[in-house]
C-alpha cells in the first residue's frame, strides 16, 4: 500500500513511521512533512491547508488512503473535500471535527447527553465572565473556545489571573478569532490521563492509555505548552477507571455525535481528570495528541497499515499492544511557549544511542539540524517499566549539551 500522511509535527513524524515500520506499506508521503521525516517518508512539499493540491497529489501517486495529523485542516474540512473526490481518507468531517475546534459545541454535547465534564458557562464579553470569576473564585479554567495549538487554555490559580486571561482572550485577541468566544469551567483535582480512540462507523477501537504533562517547567510548574513531555501506560490508573471511562464517556460520547447527525470518524482524542466522583472529560481533539501519540504508537505491534485499511473498509480489525513502557521527552527552543529563535543549530543527533529521536519543528541546514519552531524534537525510550525507559531517556539527554534548547527534568514523575 501507499499512503500520504498530512501534517509537519512530531506526531505526524510518529504516524509516519509507524506505517514505515508495517510489512504491507510499500511507500509513505509526508506533506509538507519536516526534514527529520525524510530517513522515513517521501516528502511532498504541499501546504496541509491547500486541499486540491493534496487531492491532486494523492490522485496522482494512486495513494490507497491518507491520513490527517493536525486539526486546522480537520476543522476546515478536508477529509469532506477528500471525500466528494472519491478519495479515502481517515479523520472526522468537518461537521464533527467541532468536538474540537468549539469548546462550546463539546460542552453542549456533554451537558445534553449527561457525559461527565466539569460545570461551565459560555461568555463573549468581558463584564459578565468577571463577575461570574468573582462569583466563583479561583482556581478557575478559562478557556479560548476555538483551536489555538493547545495554548489556549489557562488555569488560573487567582481570579486576578482568571480575569486578565479573559481580558487576553475577549479584548486583546490574544489567540484571534479562536478566543472570540470563552468557556469558564469550574476546576478539577485529580490525575490526568489521555484515553485515544479509533473510531470509524460507529466502530471504536481503544488505544492503551498515556500521560502529558502540559506545564513548561519541572514540578508541573510555568505556562501552559502544546507537552512537554508523555510516557505509557499510566500504572497509577487502573484498568477498571479505563474501562468506566470507555462505558460512561467514550462510547456515550460518539453515539451522541452520532445523534446530533455528525457522526464521529477517525481518532477521537479524550482528555480525562480522575475525580472523587470518578472520570471526567477535560477536553476532546479531533485527532491525535501531541506528544502522546509518540508514545502510544510505538507500543502497537498490529500492523498499522492493515488496521487502517481494514477499518476505512467496514471489515474486522484486531489492535494488539506491547507491554513494554515507553517515554518521551520534548526538547523545546529557549522561550517556549512564548516566541522564540529559529535557526540555532542543533547537537550532534547521531550521539544519542538506543533512544528514538521524533522531529518536530527542525530545518536541516549544511551543519546538521537547527530548530525551526517551539518544540523541536521527542527523545524517546522503552523499557520494562516507566522508570526503567526514563533512565534510558535522560541517561542520553544529560550527554549533551543542549545549549539554546531546555527540557524537563522529570517526565513520568508521577507514575506509580
Not at 473535500?81 to 481517515?90: D, Y
Not at 474540537?100 to 459560555?122: C, H, N, V
Request: net charge negative.
Amino acid at each position: 500500500m501507499k499512503v500520504l500522511v498530512i501534517g509537519r509535527g512530531g506526531r505526524e513524524h510518529a504516524i509516519v513511521r509507524q506505517f514505515s515500520k508495517s510489512p504491507s506499506v510499500t511507500k509513505v508521503f509526508a506533506a509538507p512533512g519536516n526534514d527529520g521525516m525524510r530517513e522515513d517518508a517521501e516528502i511532498a512539499e504541499i501546504d496541509e491547508m491547500d486541499f486540491a493540491g493534496l487531492a491532486e497529489f494523492a490522485q496522482q501517486q494512486e495513494v490507497d488512503f491518507s491520513f490527517v495529523g493536525p486539526e486546522q485542516p480537520l476543522s476546515e474540512g478536508i477529509v469532506d473535500f477528500f471525500e466528494a473526490k472519491g478519495l479515502r481518507i481517515f479523520g472526522p468531517s468537518k461537521a464533527a471535527a467541532q468536538i474540537e475546534g468549539s469548546k462550546a459545541f463539546a460542552k453542549e454535547l456533554m451537558k445534553k447527553y449527561s457525559i461527565p465534564t466539569a460545570g461551565y458557562e459560555t461568555f463573549t464579553e468581558v463584564a459578565p465572565a468577571v463577575a461570574f470569576i468573582r462569583q466563583h473564585g479561583a482556581p478557575i479554567v478559562i478557556k479560548a473556545d476555538g483551536l489555538a495549538a493547545g495554548k489556549g487554555v489557562v488555569v488560573a490559580l487567582s481570579e486576578e489571573e482568571a480575569i486578565s486571561a479573559v481580558n487576553d482572550m475577549l479584548e486583546g485577541q490574544k489567540f484571534g478569532e479562536s478566543g472570540s468566544k470563552v468557556v469558564i469551567e469550574e476546576f478539577l483535582d485529580g490525575e490526568e490521563f489521555s484515553f485515544m480512540s479509533f473510531v470509524y462507523a460507529g466502530h471504536i477501537y481503544p488505544m492503551v492509555i498515556s500521560q502529558d504533562h502540559k506545564r513548561a517547567y519541572d514540578g508541573d510548574r510555568g505556562p501552559n505548552t502544546g507537552g512537554m513531555g508523555a510516557y505509557s501506560p499510566v500504572p497509577q490508573i487502573s484498568q477498571a477507571i479505563v474501562d468506566e471511562t470507555f462505558e460512561k464517556i467514550v462510547e456515550p460520547s460518539v453515539k451522541a455525535m452520532d445523534e446530533e447527525g455528525t457522526p464521529f470518524n477517525g481518532i477521537l482524542y479524550t482528555g480525562v481528570i480522575l475525580t472523587e466522583q470518578g472520570p471526567k472529560v477535560i477536553e476532546f481533539n479531533a485527532r491525535f495528541g501531541d506528544p502522546e501519540t509518540q508514545v502510544v504508537l510505538p507500543r502497537m505491534k498490529s500492523d498499522f497499515g492493515v488496521f487502517i485499511d481494514a477499518v476505512l473498509k467496514g471489515q474486522p480489525a484486531d489492535l494488539e499492544w506491547d507491554d513494554q513502557a515507553v517515554l518521551g521527552v520534548v526538547i523545546a527552543a529557549d522561550g517556549y511557549p512564548e516566541t522564540v529563535e529559529k535557526g540555532t543549530l542543533l547537537p550532534n543527533l547521531a550521539k544519542l544511542t538506543g533512544v528514538e529521536v521524533t522531529h518536530a519543528g527542525t530545518k536541516l541546514l549544511d551543519g546538521g539540524y537547527a530548530g525551526n519552531g517551539g518544540r523541536v524534537l521527542l527523545v524517546s525510550a522503552n523499557g520494562s517499566s516507566i522508570q526503567a525507559a526514563q533512565e534510558k531517556v535522560y541517561e542520553q539527554l544529560n550527554s549533551i549539551d543542549w545549549n539554546g534548547f531546555f527540557y524537563r527534568t522529570d517526565i513520568g514523575w508521577r507514575a506509580k
